[in-house]
């Protein structure tokens, strides 16, 4: 049926397009009587428009039982070609009914086909060759049975060219699902009017073509994949059987991605090991992804002491169904989530808390490494790894002996190991030698075992010469009133070699406290004898030799004034009692052990004079007497020189006042002469004494011990001065004693001159 109007209405499923046309190709009842079909339109004004009912099918018959004739169609096709006309008869007999195609102007066109659809309905074709607009005309289908006959309602065979656009589709709008094209319908090529225009699609990988009836200029392609490529064409119908035309040009574009359908699921550990996760996760496929281009990204992050933290992500391959976390931390907790992503959004899962691991332990730190040195232990503290990696279960610590500053000390030995627990930092270690460095190597472990060891050099203290046990035993030799001679021994070293022996003299003091042999300090600041006497410091050493010079026990002299190695050896005062102490000392670097024993004691003699000369006192106070005595001498004799040329200019101009003067001058000169005896004589009683003492004095070095007579450090020290004890022979000068200064002008012998020299000097 087909109803022409402006715009028509139905009830039936169709919509209101204006200006367009609406089909309702088919419409199937299924009543269980003779159904009643009613069709309502509603007309208003405005542009024409068509509404066309292709066909209706009704699958029980109880209303009739003679044959009869679905609704025949009109039939358009273009010029030239074959025009189909299919009627579909409906009955008990139906297979045995005649069947042909009746023109209005009375030709029949015989049957060409026929079909069997069920044992109630058939199907004939009548094929109209090459038609051109002389065949236009109405056809209808006849059958006739036993029952009675039926006629079908006449269709119109239109002949014409069928429409085809142009233009491709043009692309307005694309989303993930959608696709929003323009049909560029307006310019066509072949017949109209286009009743129908269409849209063809297809995904240019599948085989499938899908096509959506369009009754406006522009359409929107719903229900799409995202991420897909299409090709659009565009199709135009003219009424009839046949009057759709080829497809237009297509349009080929891709729908936008869409955002992910969920998130992906928990994600499954595989393996946990110290430093590294393997994780599993689900297959993404296309349904869960909506996108060809997509990421899936794992994103960690985790917090450790020392305020250290870190976050990261890290990309990985889609198709892979495992992936390693690496790089991590051992025994920490770890937070793992994935994260899928493509261009249109992103899907997180849910965070997976781990926890790594244990590893073996870092090293303990250098900085944290304190050794306290003694003489025969160390005590060495250290503080926890930095980097624990689990629960540290123990340390361990290896020392060894690597060299000495005692070459008797064997250092060459197989590394001892000592282990503490996990809650003890320091340890003791005993029974070292003296002077030796040790190498100590100190690891942690936990359960996964030791990690790497931090090393330490660690040199224990040297300790002080063992010097032979001189208790009990007499180690004077041989004693005179200013000398004793010792028997020295040699020390045996402990930690470092011995240095030097010093020979230290303590004087005695009734006030003074004695000091006991065994408790005793040694003497570390070393004093001469002449810092002594003018500090008065209650010792002084007397000599200090090398250890070479003791090889083996040796006598020793005390007070053979001579020097060794910058300390001079006075002799001994007869009147005071003296110690002698015998020192070992052993030094190393910037540390210095002595020991020290008392090995003699001197008592004090009562027959014999308290006089120690003592040349450096003495030449020190004759060296400024003659000093000041020669500048005042210098300056008497410039006065003198200028009284006399001023004297001879006024009182010598008369002869006789100038030999009076002569006269009195030789006279004066007698006097002073006999005086200058009388001194002499007296300064002859002094001389003497002091002969018979410096006699005595060498008698006491022809004595001494023959372990210093070929020492060529060792001098007197007379000679060391240039002292000498004899007096100069000069008459004229009775006091030439007092001057043995080298350097200092002598008086004249003659005239006033002398006279002046000689009461200065006396």
């Given at each position: ?394 340390y361990e610590v290896s020392y060894s002996s690597i ?79 200013t000398t004793i001679t010792v028997l020295l021994r ?10 030097a022996y010093q020979i230290v003299v303590e004087e ?255």
């Amino acid at each position: 049926m087909m109803v022409r109007g402006p715009v028509i209405t139905t009830r039936i499923c169709m919509m209101t397009l204006n200006g367009y046309m609406s089909v309702l190709k088919s419409l199937i009842i299924c009543p269980p009587r003779c159904p009643k079909v009613i069709f309502e339109a509603e007309v208003s004004g405005g542009r024409s428009g068509y509404i066309a009912i292709d066909d209706i099918q009704v699958l029980s018959y109880p209303c009739d039982k003679s044959p009869h004739f679905l609704r025949l169609g009109d039939v358009e096709v273009n010029a030239g070609q074959n025009a189909t006309f299919q009627c579909i008869a409906t009955g008990r007999d139906a297979v045995h009914n005649k069947l042909w195609l009746q023109r209005r102007n009375g030709e029949d066109i015989p049957v060409a086909q026929t079909k069997n659809i069920n044992h109630r309905r058939f199907a004939a074709s009548f094929r109209l060759q090459e038609v051109t607009k002389t065949d236009q005309d109405l056809y209808r289908c006849v059958t006739q049975s036993e029952r009675g006959s039926g006629v079908s309602n006449f269709a119109q065979l239109i002949v014409r060219e069928p429409p085809r656009p142009i233009a491709p589709p043009q692309l307005l709008g694309v989303g993930p699902t959608y696709l929003l094209i323009q049909l560029n319908a307006n310019s066509i090529i072949g017949d109209g009017p286009i009743i129908l225009k269409e849209v063809e699609y297809r995904m240019t990988s599948g085989s499938w073509t899908e096509t959506h009836a369009v009754n406006a200029p522009t359409y929107k392609l719903w229900h799409l994949d995202p991420d897909t490529e299409y090709e659009i064409r565009v199709l135009l119908t003219r009424p009839g059987e046949g009057g759709t035309g080829l497809p237009g040009p297509p349009l080929i574009t891709r729908t936008k991605c869409a955002e992910p359908m969920r998130t992906p699921k928990t994600l499954k550990i595989a393996e946990i090991q110290a430093r590294r996760i393997a994780v599993d996760w689900e297959s993404l496929g296309y349904n869960i992804t909506r996108c060809h281009t997509f990421n899936v990204t794992i994103c960690y992050h985790y917090f450790r002491g020392h305020n250290e933290s870190k976050a990261d992500c890290l990309d990985m391959d889609p198709k892979a169904p495992q992936h390693v976390v690496s790089h991590l931390p051992p025994y920490t907790n770890v937070s793992l989530k994935m994260i899928l992503t493509n261009p249109e959004g992103r899907k997180e899962s849910e965070e997976t808390v781990i926890q790594t691991d244990e590893d073996v332990p870092g090293p303990v730190p250098v900085k944290s490494l304190q050794g306290t040195s003694f003489e025969n232990k160390i005590f060495l503290n250290w503080k926890e790894p930095l980097d624990p990696n689990g629960i540290i279960t123990q340390y361990e610590v290896s020392y060894s002996s690597i060299r000495s500053f005692d070459p008797a000390v064997p250092v060459a030995g197989p590394p001892q190991t000592v282990s503490n627990l996990w809650n003890s930092t320091h340890h003791v270690f005993m029974h070292l030698h003296p002077g030796t460095t040790y190498q100590f190597f100190i690891r942690a472990s936990t359960v996964k075992g030791f990690g790497p060891a931090t090393a330490i050099n660690v040199t224990t203290n040297i300790s002080a010469p063992t010097l032979p046990d001189y208790e009990g035993v007499d180690a004077s030799l041989n004693e005179t009133a200013t000398t004793i001679t010792v028997l020295l021994r040699p020390a045996q070293a402990k930690g470092a070699p011995i240095s030097a022996y010093q020979i230290v003299v303590e004087e005695l003091h009734p006030h003074r406290t004695k000091r006991e042999a065994g408790a005793m300090e040694c003497y570390q600041v070393p004093v001469t004898y002449q810092n002594a006497m003018s500090g008065g410091a209650p010792y002084y050493f007397a000599a200090e030799l090398p250890p070479g010079n003791l090889p083996e026990p040796a006598p020793f002299t005390v007070g053979d004034n001579r020097t060794y190695q910058g300390f001079w050896n006075p002799p001994l005062a007869p009147r005071k009692g003296y110690n002698i102490y015998f020192q070992a000392m052993s030094s190393v670097e910037k540390e210095t052990k002595t020991q020290c024993v008392r090995i003699a004691t001197k008592a004090a003699a009562t027959e014999e004079p308290e006089v120690i000369p003592d040349p450096a006192k003495q030449t020190d106070r004759v060296v400024k007497i003659a000093g000041i005595s020669a500048g005042i001498l210098v300056f008497i004799l410039l006065l003198l020189v200028v009284i006399l040329i001023v004297k001879k200019r006024y009182i010598c101009w008369r002869r006789h006042i100038c030999i009076r003067n002569i006269r009195r001058s030789y006279y004066s000169y007698s006097y002073y002469l006999k005086l200058a005896k009388k001194r002499k004589d007296a300064m002859g009683n002094t001389r003497q004494e002091m002969t018979h003492m410096v006699n005595a004095m060498d008698r006491s070095y022809a004595d001494q011990s023959t372990l210093h007579a070929e020492d060529p450090l060792s001098i007197t020290f007379m000679d060391q001065h240039n002292f000498s004890p004899r007096l100069p022979n000069d008459p004229l000068v009775p006091t030439a004693v007092l001057v043995p200064i080298t350097g200092r002008k002598k008086c004249l012998s003659w005239g006033q001159q002398f006279i002046f020299c000689h009461i200065l000097f006396v």
